[in-house]
């Protein structure tokens, strides 16, 4: 156990990618051991990769990739502008609205940073906007992606935890709109204190003309979860079909995509999508070794010897979540604190499903804080600003994110309620 956290601390101190991080810890153990041969190490990252669920991963990211290539987002940007662009600060509202709409589409925060604060913070920018401001916005409402439904994170904490991912993917839903909505009351804050400017409506004709070029992306979502819901095919099965889609959309209908832009389209995918499933691979051998050490146990017995109020022990596992989230990777810390915590939280009566959202909620916020905040370096360096002012313009709206854990941790019944209403 000793050698465990040892090896872990330093490999992270020394500044070993994580992936690496998290091979190295457990080979180090059992060198130190001495009785498992070390091909095991190659056997658990094989079979942590070996689940079909898992391929939903590539394909909703290549999804996500061929539809930010097109004008999608441009066609989102203009539809929702009917929505909120007449408001003071409309940019922002619009930048939010777009996120929350993008999140039904690709279910990664990066790929809507890029894609979103390409094309919002330099508009918003132009239109008066502080740039920290802007970029904050872009780098909070990115974080959505991840909770509303479709979600890579839900896929692994469901194939982790043994948990249905389409009553997961419900449950996310009521979350993510809160996350919204509550950064919608900052931006509402803001925009009066600073006098930011009143977009102006689009006529009725120009409406309909945005709805009519927007309708084929906004359909996608319900595609993905109204199939998955009705049992006409599984999320690895969606995710194959939103490429298609997405390809059809993009070739056919919009034409705005090229053979000649599809081998960079590929590579991308490619690229980012054997990075999550290193990791993946990595972190099934460290979550092994955890199992195998007895750590759940050993931690469930810990924390309950020194309270079993539900509260108290839901506020310490939000606080420690929400640490680790600040340095590590999403899907690693994911594979390495599910099977820790899960045991402790049904013990305490607190529902898988409900876990679920709070474990990913809590990660989520990382990705817009230092010292790994991938989110926030994408709009910093979007928004040509120094990190310093970004953050300091972003905490409001990780207070806004703090809430909505707040409600949704202790407010279960709410998380619940649309996977109940579907029968999970």
Same mark, same amino acid.
């Given at each position: ?16 990618? &994580?992936?690496? +991080? $998290? /091979? ?5 153990? %059992?060198?130190?051991? @001495?009785?498992? #041969?070390? !091909? *095991? ?114 896929? &692994?904490?469901? +194939? $982790? /935890? ?5 009553? %997961?993917?419900?449950? @996310?839903?009521? #979350?993510? !709109? *809160? ?15 600073r006098g930011y400017p009143k977009g102006s409506m689009p006529g009725l004709k120009e409406a309909f003309k945005a709805i009519m070029d927007a309708a084929l992306v906004l359909i996608m979502p319900l595609i993905i979860l109204g199939g998955i819901l009705t049992g006409v095919f599984t999320p690895t099965e969606s995710a194959a079909i939103a ?72 506020? *310490? ?108």
């Amino acid at each position: 156990m000793l050698t465990l956290v040892a090896a872990f601390i330093v490999f992270l101190a020394i500044g070993v990618p &994580v992936a690496f +991080v $998290l /091979g190295l810890t457990p080979m180090t153990v %059992l060198m130190t051991q @001495g009785e498992t #041969p070390l !091909v *095991l190490i190659a056997q658990r990252i094989f079979t942590g990769m070996d689940n079909p669920i898992l391929m939903a991963i590539p394909f909703f990211i290549l999804a996500g990739n061929l539809m930010s290539r097109g004008s999608m987002t441009e066609r989102l940007v203009t539809f929702c502008k009917i929505l909120v662009g007449g408001l003071r600060g409309g940019l922002a509202y619009i930048n939010i609205v777009i996120s929350m709409i993008f999140a039904g589409i690709t279910g990664a925060a990066v790929a809507d940073t890029s894609a979103v604060g390409s094309i919002l913070i330099p508009a918003m920018e132009k239109e008066g906007y502080d740039v920290d401001f802007s970029a904050a916005v872009t780098a909070t409402s990115s974080t959505i992606g991840p909770v509303i439904p479709p979600s890579i994170p839900f896929i &692994v904490y469901g +194939v $982790l /935890g043994e948990v249905s991912i389409a009553s %997961l993917f419900l449950a @996310g839903i009521v #979350p993510g !709109v *809160l996350l919204g909505l509550f950064q919608m009351a900052v931006v509402w804050y803001y925009a009066r204190k600073r006098g930011y400017p009143k977009g102006s409506m689009p006529g009725l004709k120009e409406a309909f003309k945005a709805i009519m070029d927007a309708a084929l992306v906004l359909i996608m979502p319900l595609i993905i979860l109204g199939g998955i819901l009705t049992g006409v095919f599984t999320p690895t099965e969606s995710a194959a079909i939103a490429v298609f889609y997405a390809l059809g959309i993009g070739f056919f209908v919009h034409r705005d995509l090229k053979l000649k832009d599809l081998p960079k389209i590929l590579i991308e995918t490619g690229a980012t999508s054997s990075l999550v499933l290193l990791v993946i691979g990595m972190a099934s051998i460290f979550s092994w070794l955890l199992a195998s050490e007895e750590v759940p146990q050993i931690v469930t017995q810990a924390i309950l010897s020194v309270t079993e109020n539900k509260i108290l022990i839901l506020l *310490l596992v939000n606080v420690v979540l929400l640490i680790v989230g600040t340095f590590m990777e999403t899907t690693a810390s994911l594979i390495i604190l599910t099977p820790v915590l899960l045991p402790l939280m049904t013990q305490i009566g607190v529902d898988p499903l409900h876990f679920g959202v709070i474990i990913v909620l809590n990660l989520v916020i990382g990705l817009t804080t230092p010292p790994v905040g991938v989110c926030l370096f994408i709009a910093c360096s979007i928004g040509k600003t120094r990190l310093e002012s970004l953050f300091r313009a972003i905490v409001p709206f990780l207070m806004a994110s703090l809430a909505v854990l707040i409600i949704c941790t202790y407010w279960g019944g709410l998380v619940m309620a649309i996977p109940h209403a579907f029968g999970y």
